[in-house]
């Protein structure tokens, strides 16, 4: 399988920076699974959409890599942090810079709908969060998901989209984050 493998903390010492290279691993070891790979912290780019879409602001070299690396894809993993019940500022800036319209949906004429213009293609992300699930899900509405999951992958025809959700990481042991990295290298191994 052609996966596209995100690491969208900030952060390279991070638990998620160490996860999406748990994965990275399972999937490449013999020869797997082809995979590219992208630390968003080492991409050069403005992760400002300065003008919206009323006026095109020209894609970097890095960005408009990144849109070939999509295309080119059947799967793609984003690992990130839960921040603020959303993504962290980096990931939500590549996803303004790169899932542009003509690139990852085409508005119709004279309709409410579009066109998801990056299906075929499958998800899966990993992620972070300090809260316990239940938490998340029943006082937050499990915004986060909800938003990245239909208004921003299943949008663009990302299906299916999948997660992995490590919990509590502040009061989790160093014995906790051994299994969260052996469950994402099987992951990896699996490209699920």
């Known amino acids: 399988m052609k996966i596209l493998l995100l690491d969208a903390h900030p952060d390279p010492a991070s638990l998620c920076a160490g996860l999406a290279r748990s994965y990275l691993g399972g999937a490449t070891e013999g020869g797997r699974h082809e995979v590219r790979f992208a630390a968003l912290r080492e991409l050069h780019f ?3 959409l300065q003008h919206g879409y009323r006026q095109r602001t020209e894609l970097e070299a890095d960005l408009l890599g990144q849109q070939e690396s999509i295309r080119w894809c059947e799967h793609l993993v984003v690992v990130t942090p839960l921040w603020w019940m959303s993504a962290p500022a980096l990931l939500k800036g590549y996803f303004d810079r790169v899932f542009l319209p003509g690139f990852a949906f085409k508005y119709r004429d004279d309709s409410p709908l579009w066109d998801r213009l990056l299906s075929g293609r499958s998800a899966r992300v990993i992620y972070t969060q300090d809260s316990p699930q ?3 899900r029943f006082f937050r509405g499990d915004a986060f998901w909800r938003a990245l999951n239909h208004g921003t992958l299943g949008f663009a025809g990302f299906s299916p989209v ?3 959700i490590f919990a509590q990481v502040r009061k989790s042991t160093p014995a906790t984050r051994e299994h969260w990295l052996a469950q994402t290298r099987r992951l990896g191994e699996t490209a699920g």
Do not use: C, G, H, L
Request: charge should be positive; hydrophobic fraction near 45%.
């Open 134 to 136: 239940w938490f998340a």
């Open 46 to 48: 403005n992760p400002v």
């Open 162 to 164: 999948r997660r992995t």
